[in-house]
């Protein structure tokens, strides 16, 4: 790791290769690993958006239960927080790119009683048994509250 910090530049990713010559790997190279292996038009923005979907879901999901909307909304603002510092970002660019709305208005309709119990709560509970093998319970669970609220 150290050989690797020492490397001049500032690209992210970059490496020696076998003549010992800087090689480097951009965010254009990924994107297209990305769509070859996957046969669709994905980017490391989806990964990371859904990164940032699951992230807030699951710390609205452990949330006690608020009494007021004003308590939601810094529940919330709290929680967007948390995932913009796991994600490098700030607050605003983490809500308005990395977190999918409809996560957040789930909670916010069900903040008045335990957090999300009848909604994203109930899904992060009993999505596993739809869940493909490969997909943790979260993101099964996230992926079926989006495809219900948007009705896909």
Same mark, same amino acid.
């Given at each position: 790791?150290? %050989?690797?910090?020492?490397?001049?530049?500032?690209?992210?990713?970059?490496?020696?290769?076998?003549?010992?010559?800087? %090689?480097?790997?951009?965010?254009?190279?990924?994107?297209?690993?990305? %769509? @070859?292996?996957?046969? &669709? &038009?994905?980017s490391? *923005?989806?990964?990371?958006?859904? #990164?940032?979907?699951?992230?807030?879901?699951?710390?609205?999901?452990?949330?006690?239960?608020?009494?007021?909307?004003?308590?939601?909304?810094?529940? +919330?603002?709290?929680? +967007? *927080?948390? +995932?913009?510092?796991?994600?490098?970002?700030?607050? #605003? +660019?983490?809500? #308005?790119?990395?977190?999918?709305? #409809?996560v957040? &208005?789930?909670?916010? @309709?069900?903040?008045?009683?335990?957090?999300?119990?009848?909604?994203?709560?109930?899904?992060?509970?009993?999505?596993?048994?739809?869940?493909?093998?490969?997909?943790?319970?979260? @993101?099964a669970?996230?992926?079926?509250?989006?495809?219900?609220?948007?009705?896909?």
């Open positions: 790791m150290k %050989r690797l910090q020492e490397l001049p530049g500032q690209e992210l990713f970059q490496y020696l290769d076998e003549d010992g010559a800087r %090689r480097t790997i951009d965010s254009d190279d990924v994107n297209s690993y990305l %769509r @070859e292996i996957t046969g &669709e &038009e994905f490391a *923005k989806d990964f990371r958006t859904w #990164a940032g979907t699951v992230l807030c879901a699951v710390a609205l999901r452990e949330l006690e239960a608020c009494p007021s909307e004003t308590e939601a909304k810094r529940n +919330v603002a709290q929680v +967007v *927080k948390q +995932v913009s510092q796991q994600l490098g970002n700030t607050p #605003a +660019v983490c809500r #308005a790119c990395y977190i999918h709305p #409809a957040i &208005e789930e909670y916010f @309709e069900s903040h008045a009683g335990a957090p999300l119990a009848d909604g994203l709560g109930q899904q992060l509970e009993s999505a596993t048994e739809e869940a493909p093998i490969d997909r943790s319970s979260d @993101e669970a996230v992926m079926r509250l989006l495809r219900r609220r948007l009705g896909g």
